[in-house]
T-cell receptor, first 113, second 112 residues
Framework: GAVVSQHPSRVICKSGTSVKIECRSLDFQATTMFWYRQFPKKSLMLMATSNEGSKATYEQGVEKDKFLINHASLTLSTLTVTSAHPEDSSFYIC?????????FGPGTRLLVL | EDQVTQSPEALRLQEGESSSLNCSYTVSGLRGLFWYRQDPGKGPEFLFTLYSAGEEKEKERLKATLTKKESFLHITAPKPEDSATYLCAVQARGGANSKLTFGKGITLSVRP
């Protein structure tokens, strides 16, 4: 149980384009999902908390107009990186909460050229 | 501000050589301490949750323990497949969506 999927697993895009990443809870409903970013050999940095049916809560320093989060259903949250630039290249990971435990997706590797 | 420090940064063991990974934390009221395993290029995999000092949990060759200031992940007779980065995270009391604060992780390499 508690399986979280992400799509795509990796994406390469040109600078200035937008990229959408999907996060799904496969065998449970998640009212709360989280989006993280991880740089090489660094720990996970929380970007935002996504609550179903309401606006996401962004961490300090994260641009909400650049990283659009939508949590339209109890099994799906999406992260859209708008007007991506090379500095947005990173490993993006989502998680979904079951009681007090977060279960993570496999991650999405984004490379912006 | 909640803080998590993991040590050592990297650990190399021979197969069968038992050891412990340390996670020191400061938090304004601990709600839970979590251990995850992360393989390269993948998302973290949940291992354990500990809630109060003195609590212990075991899974195969791994045992996690908790005190008021730190947690240890003990690895008994490790195998090469135990090679991974082990992440420790704390969740503070307050709010249903209380976030996790992660340490930088300990990269474990087990040689055959």
């Amino acid at each position: 149980g508690a399986v979280v999927s992400q799509h795509p697993s990796r994406v390469i895009c040109k600078s200035g384009t937008s990229v959408k990443i999907e996060c799904r809870s496969l065998d449970f409903q998640a009212t709360t999902m989280f989006w993280y970013r991880q740089f090489p050999k660094k720990s996970l940095m929380l970007m935002a908390t996504s609550n179903e049916g309401s606006k996401a809560t962004y961490e300090q320093g994260v641009e909400k107009d650049k990283f659009l989060i939508n949590h339209a259903s109890l099994t799906l949250s999406t992260l859209t990186v708008t007007s991506a630039h090379p500095e947005d290249s990173s490993f993006y990971i989502c998680s979904a909460k079951v009681l007090e435990t977060q279960y993570f997706g496999p991650g999405t590797r984004l490379l912006v050229l | 501000e909640d803080q998590v420090t993991q040590s050592p940064e990297a650990l190399r063991l021979q197969e069968g050589e038992s050891s412990s990974l340390n996670c020191s934390y400061t938090v304004s009221g601990l709600r839970g301490l979590f251990w995850y395993r992360q393989d390269p290029g993948k998302g973290p995999e949940f291992l354990f949750t500990l809630y109060s000092a003195g609590e212990e949990k075991e899974k195969e060759r791994l045992k996690a323990t908790l005190t008021k200031k730190e947690s240890f992940l003990h690895i008994t007779a490790p195998k090469p497949e135990d090679s991974a980065t082990y992440l420790c995270a704390v969740q503070a009391r307050g709010g249903a969506n209380s976030k996790l604060t992660f340490g930088k992780g300990i990269t474990l390499s087990v040689r055959p």
